[in-house]
């Protein structure tokens, strides 16, 4: 599959695939669910967890395809990849509590 940034260089597509598809199973596995815990119907909850999957997926083909660097590129530097390590971490914990919230 050829995939191209914004500038028209080949980057290479499979983070973006395995994100696109954690993102559909954790919105599509725990949003129903979560949902008719909340009181909605499961219509309602379905097209919300699709939504959310939806928006995780764009986020997510911004980030790793429209603004990635290209193939050649080489390495990045240890400070953006602990940046984004740490980002990325922050995010998983903030996941993690608000799966919790229907718990309490």
Known sequence: MRVHNRRGDRVDPVPFLVTGG???AFA???GPIYGLSYGLTLATSLALSTLAFAVATAIA???LVRC??????????PGPRVERLLYAGIGLGVLIVAL????L
């Not at 919790?100 to 718990?103: D, H, Q």
């Open 28 to 30: 599509l596995s725990f």
């Open 61 to 63: 083909y911004q980030q």
């Open 68 to 77: 990635a660097p290209p193939r050649d590129a080489g390495p990045l530097p």
């Open 100 to 103: 919790t919230l229907p718990l």
């Open 22 to 24: 954690i993102a559909f």
